[in-house]
């Protein structure tokens, strides 16, 4: 809370989810594990074909959060609910486990 009150501009709260990259060495491996993957929950999931053929699945999570905290150095928020936004971003982290 002190650094957040000592700000000067922007802050954002920000949790990044889960991602895993797999390379793939035939597009049905790729579509079969994608298939699973977003019948496990991970609807961010997609395919990439590049330009020599390599295919890679990432699998995503849907787990992201991301909260403006303060705006040109004023806090918008209360610590109250700065307490919350962790405790809801330690949640995220264990459904990512």
């Known amino acids: 809370m002190a650094a957040l009150e000592k700000a000067t501009g922007d802050v ?3 949790f990044e989810p889960f991602v895993l990259h797999v390379l793939c060495r035939e597009l049905q ?3 079969l594990l994608h298939s699973v993957a977003v019948d ?3 609807r961010n999931s997609g395919i990439t074909v590049g ?7 990432a699998v995503r ?3 992201c959060l991301e909260v403006p905290l303060s705006h040109k150095g004023r ?3 209360s610590e109250e609910y700065i307490e919350f936004l962790v405790h809801v971003a330690n949640q995220k982290m264990e459904e990512n486990i």
């Open 12 to 14: 954002v709260f920000k």
């Open 29 to 31: 491996d790729a579509q």
């Open 40 to 42: 496990s929950g991970f």
């Open 51 to 57: 330009r020599g053929g390599k295919i890679t699945m």
């Open 61 to 63: 999570s849907t787990h």
């Open 75 to 77: 806090l918008m928020v």
